[in-house]
């Protein structure tokens, strides 16, 4: 068939959509291409896919939802397309209909175990990777019906012990219901559980609803049938979903005679349908006795490989030595724990940024996320995931998950480095040949230092961060590569001192193009902020040139680039306290948040515990964070809706806040907050890994004014200088083992 390959096909198709009244996509595609700079990747395949079936669910949803509005719905669909809420986005143009305004989903689960079931903001449980979901309704006798997606008022919340469970409590006047849901192990086998509790002022139905839907949109059921001992349903060809108890009366739908909500009340029952549509739909109904608690728990087995045995006390065994912290703040103790929790659930093997839209790898948020493991003390979970990373390299030595990105091979060596560091453990002999190999990779790929462009010696043009705008020259890739050769070098040093030589000129030749870049955009722009490539002007894309100082900290913490590039995103680029994102994403983003936040307290800048606060503050009540929050409804509007990456620096700002590695020293408490020490209550943080061994510290304040800090340390070599630095009180530097100071506040304290 090589000869196809010579047929005219551009005229071909040119001719043919000329011919049907369409726009010449050739001559559209050429266009789109002239706003980007020429690249050898247009946009990785990978994110094409997952855009094509994003967008394909959208297409199925704007055919069913818009003519179906009597059918009970998710959440974000009851707000999205209801004119009298804020979430209302008209429809009049959209080929897709999407959620944008409500992507909020908690993950539960249970260690190592891949499947990671999702909960919606009112408690809607989809068992499976973008199958089916589970909800709870009340009806009374009387006809009344409580729906939580159409519920005025509801609660949620997670708790995270003995294992995580999401609560949401909704209720109207005369009835309250109560649905938990949460991954168990059962006979070896993990088990997801959804529970429901209702209470009633008259006699009516406790009733499981199956739905052919999830927190995206539809999600197609062809075939149900009710158990024989009417105990549990069989949906398609997935596990059977198992109640607790007999279902006393039974109905199911298809989608030519509407939702079964609408038929809950028939005297006649079916146990079986059949929907070529795939909008079957079943409820099972249990009764309730008028002021008496009725509970209901369905019941199924989660997909999970034979040959890995699952641990009884995983989540004990999981936590036990982890990083813990104690602080007076309810709510930041529990977005911490929440989100080491959200560490382990999506570390079974890889580790994936999201539970649902973004359950797949990429280098760039495994990085983060591994560097969170590390700091949290789930080595054992960061290991693993490691092991995985040489199986993704190409023979020439690019690390790839996605085509086109170029930032890849510096994440992956730094993540190596920072590895060996917080572990003290040397990479074994294997790595040496992808180590060698990824570095070699970031030589070839520079440009000519010679070329007289603003982009000399710089990495090509590429898609990188997809925030950061279309392909381009961007500082973000640059500043990885930077750090991944300074990596090598590290990770040579002793083993091959020719090599660690070798990668370590190669990052000088490599910083030195870089800022003779930087330096022609300072004058162009006429201040030192960096841009995102030497092409643009300052914009939101700029976030992604903070890489020079967090995490990879290439220059010191008051590099005038740096700190002029955080003023004007603070200045330009900040909605309601948080970074607003404007490319692609258009909502806040808590994980972007951050890495501002990082930048200010490692230059000693009291502004960044604002920007923890209002991290904090625009959290779900789960803990968690999407993407991308929309400014107006608080809810997400991007990506994932429980999106790891975010709970991973979560983990590292508050790390950072107690601990951090500034050279050859140790940072102390530089980032507790005031208000904590003046709640006159003992602070912990530890046993906290570091480059130099791992810490324990304990925050005294005393009556009067003064704080005794503590410190306990394992050193893996002489002690570090160490800096306490605690805020409002006369900084110190030491050394040694362990010890303890009594701190004096300074006189501008209060």
């Given at each position: 068939m090589t000869w196809m390959k010579w047929l005219p096909w551009r005229f071909v198709i040119r001719h043919v959509a000329r011919r049907q009244g369409f726009l010449d996509p050739i001559a559209l595609l050429s266009r789109l291409h002239?706003?980007?700079?020429?690249?050898?990747?247009g946009e990785?395949?990978?994110?094409?896919?997952?855009?094509?079936?994003?967008?394909?669910?959208?297409?199925?949803?704007s055919r069913v939802i818009q003519h179906n509005l009597d059918w009970v719905w998710p959440y974000w669909v009851e707000r999205q397309f209801d004119p009298r809420d804020p979430a209302f986005i008209p429809r009049a143009f959209s080929i897709t209909h999407v959620n944008l305004t409500h992507r909020n989903w908690t993950a539960i689960g249970y260690p190592d175990v891949d499947e990671l079931p999702i909960v919606d903001p009112r408690g809607l449980l989809t068992p499976q990777l973008d199958g089916f979901s589970l909800d709870g309704w009340l009806l009374t006798e009387d006809g009344r019906c409580l729906l939580p997606s159409r519920a005025a008022t509801c609660r949620q919340y997670q708790d995270l012990t003995p294992q995580p469970t999401i609560t949401t409590e909704t209720g109207e006047p005369g009835m309250a219901l109560t649905s938990r849901a949460w991954?168990?192990?059962?006979?070896?086998?993990?088990?997801?559980?959804?529970?429901?509790?209702?209470?009633?002022?008259?006699?009516?139905?406790?009733?499981?609803?199956?739905?052919?839907?999830?927190?995206?949109?539809?999600?197609?059921?062809?075939?149900?049938r009710l158990l024989a001992d009417r105990d549990g349903w069989q949906v398609d060809d997935a596990p059977e979903v198992r109640f607790s108890q007999p279902a006393e009366q039974h109905h199911v739908s298809d989608y030519g005679n509407g939702d079964v909500h609408i038929h809950l009340q028939d005297r006649e029952e079916q146990t079986e349908v059949r929907c070529d549509v795939g909008l079957a739909t079943a409820a099972a109904l249990f009764p309730v006795k008028a002021g008496e608690a009725a509970e209901i728990t369905a019941s199924m087995v989660l997909p999970q490989d034979?040959?890995?045995s699952l641990d009884a006390e995983a989540w004990q065994h999981t936590c036990r030595h982890r990083c813990r912290l104690e602080c007076p703040e309810p709510r930041y103790q529990f977005l911490y724990d929440a989100a080491v929790t959200s560490l382990v659930l999506h570390s079974p093997d890889d580790v994936y940024p999201g539970p649902y839209t973004y359950k797949r790898f990429w280098f760039r948020d495994a990085a983060f996320i591994i560097h969170a493991l590390l700091c949290a003390g789930l080595t054992d979970r960061a290991e693993r995931a490691l092991k995985r990373f040489p199986e993704r390299q190409t023979p020439l030595g690019y690390f790839r998950s996605q085509e086109g990105e170029w930032d890849a091979n510096g994440e992956v060596l730094w993540i190596l480095r920072r590895y060996t560091e917080l572990t003290g453990r040397d990479l074994p002999s294997q790595w040496h040949g992808p180590l060698q190999r990824g570095a070699r990779w970031i030589i070839r790929k520079r440009l000519d230092d010679s070329l007289d462009a603003p982009h000399a010696g710089l990495l090509p043009p590429g898609f990188s961060a997809e925030h950061l705008g279309p392909n381009d020259y961007y500082f973000w890739d640059d500043f990885w590569g930077i750090a991944g050769l300074e990596s090598a070098a590290a990770l040579f040093a002793n083993s091959d001192p020719g090599q660690a030589l070798e990668f370590g000129q190669a990052a000088e030749a490599f910083s030195a193009a870089v800022d003779r870049s930087l330096a022609g955009c300072a004058t162009r722009l006429k201040r030192p902020a960096m841009p995102a490539s030497p092409y643009r002007r300052l914009d939101a894309g700029a976030i992604g040139s903070l890489a020079l100082g967090y995490p990879l900290q290439l220059g010191p913490a008051r590099d005038p680039r740096l700190l002029d590039s955080a003023e004007f995103l603070l200045h330009r680029c900040f909605v309601k306290g948080a970074f607003y994102q404007d490319m692609i994403h258009s909502g806040l983003n808590a994980y972007l948040t951050l890495h501002v936040a990082q930048v200010l307290l490692r230059a000693g800048d009291p502004r960044y515990l604002e920007l923890m606060d209002t991290v904090a503050d625009i959290a779900s009540p789960t803990g968690q964070w999407p993407e991308a929050i929309h400014p107006a409804t608080g809810g997400g509007c991007m990506g994932d809706g429980h999106h790891v990456w975010a709970a991973a620096e979560w983990v590292l700002m508050l790390r950072n806040c107690f601990v951090r590695e500034e050279g050859h020293s140790l940072v102390l408490g530089a980032g507790i907050p005031a208000r904590w020490l003046a709640a006159g209550q003992p602070i912990r943080f530890g046993p906290a890994p570091t480059s130099f061994g791992p810490v324990s510290l304990s925050i005294r304040p005393r009556p009067g004014g003064e704080t005794r800090i503590e410190w306990r340390a394992e050193w893996r070599g002489p002690p570090p200088p160490l800096e306490i630095r605690l805020p409002g009180f006369e900084a110190v530097t030491t050394s040694g083992e362990s010890g303890d100071l009594l701190l004096n506040p300074t006189e501008a304290s209060p």
């Open positions: 002239g706003f980007a700079q020429p690249s050898e990747v990785p395949i990978e994110l094409l896919r997952a855009g094509v079936v994003f967008h394909a669910r959208g297409l199925i949803n991954v168990e192990l059962d006979a070896g086998s993990p088990v997801c559980k959804l529970r429901l509790t209702a209470r009633s002022d008259s006699d009516g139905w406790v009733v499981l609803a199956l739905r052919p839907q999830n927190p995206e949109g539809v999600s197609f059921i062809n075939e149900v034979q040959a890995t």
